[in-house]
């Protein structure tokens, strides 16, 4: 095979591929952001004080970062089991993570619905046995999207934390017992510290995750909680103003890469420059 | 260990546990409502929305155009993250930094600034062709495998990480071609990798829709974009019985592969 005489030519194709594919047309996009349906930076001036905007934007901060706090902590809860518990609660706990991980965002998104919406599994119930009068509001708002994020990202904070806490030097623990620590206290002012780093970088991941969201929330959310990934799609498909929607995506995508420049920098802080 | 969790840490991992599995077992009697809409079976139960997975032909379709893209892209996708790990591997170069960042972009940036993106440029290809284009299943598939390459990427080179250099070195030495080195030495070690990647790539395919939301509208219709459809305004109780199927087939795999793994570690005692 000549084209294997050079093993630089192995690294060409998928290059090629790449910018061809992704990052000339993103330029395209972020040119798209500068030119409609004028040229200047007149998007970005609209994307940054246009209230509506600017209320999506917020939405999608707060919303972001409640899921991230609920899901990392959730996670580490049932990591816990999954990386320290017996035999049994781990093949357990594991079936559990894996199996929603390993199906599609829509059905998950379904099964939510099919719970939480008024005529719903949890409203039909409750109502069955007495507890409401009317039927409680759970989907097509913030609650219905949170909830439906926190479950499509428990099983991504949980490896990360997994491998943190398999880390974990079990004769520090032990150490601690030793000298009169008690269950509780080795918890929280050992094992919780030693994991640190991985709680930071699943909290990361699972923010950038969430950021770019669009499917839970637009199943969850109904078109009334929007949040930036929806605002953008409703930019280009309902009311078009591709300018804008092209603009909201070049600012997520440096929110985003400037997140995980910080992620980098702090999973190596002593890499040569 | 000496430290194992206590029976208040059990308790609320059991809680998360079932919070996990929750939406997944509710989708089952949903699916057996007699109504035209989303409810409980209220004493009757009905097999209507299976038979209606059977009787519309847009499900088979759907299914059909799903593993067939799903296969397209997963052999592209895993077909150049192959290539393009292995001269990685052996060159080693001085910007493989980068050369990583720009092959893991689509994987780290968020994922409707790809939808973006890719709608971007299918809609400029359709300007000069009307096979590889905004709503055609090639278009389609060239759309995921820039999606999933990272992932095959990924894989195979974990899977490269942990083959032994001197192996390839001593095949080198004894006057070895690339060609014979990659195919005798390398590739028989890391084909664990390869496969999974392969695996991987078709079931991220396979589920992908914010991409697909994009770049189809009436033609190319996967079946989550068909899932998409019946959730967004009135939801389809048949939405319900495919998902009972698809959860059924990964709990079913999940459940093997843990059995398989238990009896095994139980042989090896």
């Known amino acids: 095979m000549p084209s294997l005489s050079r093993p630089t030519l192995l690294i060409v194709p998928l290059m090629g591929f790449m910018v061809l594919t992704y990052v000339v047309p993103f ?11 004028e040229p200047g930076l007149g998007q970005y001036q609209a994307a940054l004080t246009d209230p509506l905007v600017l209320s999506v934007f917020l939405r999608t901060f707060r919303v972001c970062l409640v899921v991230t706090v609920i899901t990392v902590g959730a996670s580490y809860m049932v990591t816990l089991l999954w990386v320290r518990g017996t035999r049994m609660q781990r093949v357990l706990i594991e079936m559990c993570i894996l199996i929603p991980f ?11 619905l099919a719970l939480l919406s008024t005529k ?43 491998s943190a806490m398999r880390a974990v030097d079990e004769r520090a623990l032990l150490a601690a017992r030793g000298m009169g620590a008690g269950r509780t206290r080795v918890f929280a002012q050992v094992f919780v510290p030693m994991t640190a780093p991985g709680i930071l970088g699943a909290g990361l991941v699972v923010f950038v995750f969430a950021l770019g969201f669009f499917v839970t929330p637009a199943i969850l959310g109904g078109g009334r909680s929007v949040m930036a990934a929806e605002l953008i799609y409703l930019r280009i498909f309902q009311s078009p103003n591709w300018g804008l929607g092209a603009a909201i995506s070049v600012i997520l995508m440096v929110t985003v890469g400037g997140l995980l420049a910080v992620m980098m920098r702090r999973a190596r802080p002593a890499a040569p420059r | 260990m000496i430290n194992r969790p206590g029976p208040l840490a059990i308790c609320v991992a059991a809680v998360v546990a079932v919070f996990l599995l929750m939406p997944l077992i509710a989708v089952i009697p949903v699916s057996f409502t007699p109504n035209r809409y ?13 038979q209606a997975l059977i009787d519309n032909p847009a499900w088979a379709r759907g299914l059909g155009l799903s593993i067939g893209i799903g296969i397209v892209s997963a052999s592209l996708a895993t077909g150049l993250g192959l290539a393009f790990s292995l001269g990685i591997w052996i060159v080693q170069p001085r910007f493989a930094g980068l050369l990583m960042g720009i092959a893991l972009l689509p994987m780290v940036a968020p994922p409707v600034v790809s939808a973006l993106t890719l709608y971007f440029f299918l809609i400029t290809l359709s300007k000069f062709n009307d096979f590889l284009a905004y709503d055609t299943w090639a278009g389609v598939a060239l759309a995921h495998s820039v999606m999933i390459a990272p992932y095959a990427v990924v894989l195979i080179t974990v899977a490269l990480a942990q083959v032994d250099r001197r192996i390839d070195l001593a095949a080198r030495g004894m006057g070895a071609s690339l060609a014979r080195r990659v195919r005798h030495v390398i590739l028989p070690s890391i084909r664990f990798g390869v496969l999974s990647a392969l695996l991987l790539t078709f079931v991220l395919s396979w589920e992908e829709i914010g991409v697909t939301l994009f770049i189809t509208s009436v033609d190319a219709v996967t079946l989550p974009r068909l899932m998409w459809m019946g959730l967004r305004d009135n939801i389809d109780p048949a939405i319900a019985a495919i998902s009972v199927i698809l959860i059924g087939v990964v709990a079913a795999v999940i459940l093997i592969r843990t059995l398989w793994l238990a009896t095994r570690d139980a042989q090896a005692r």
């Open chain 1, 102 to 112: 390993w199906i599609s965002v829509l059905t998950r998104a379904f099964g939510w």
């Open chain 2, 38 to 50: 989303l409810s409980l079976p209220d004493g009757e139960w009905s097999l209507r929305h299976y």
């Open chain 1, 120 to 162: 719903g599994i949890l409203n039909t119930w409750a109502q069955n046995l007495g507890f409401l009068a009317e039927p409680l509001t759970m989907v097509r708002n913030e609650f219905g999207v949170v909830v439906g994020m926190v479950h499509f990202l428990i099983p991504f904070a949980a490896f990360p934390l997994a």
């Open chain 1, 27 to 37: 330029l395209g996009v972020a040119a798209w952001s500068v030119t409609l349906p």
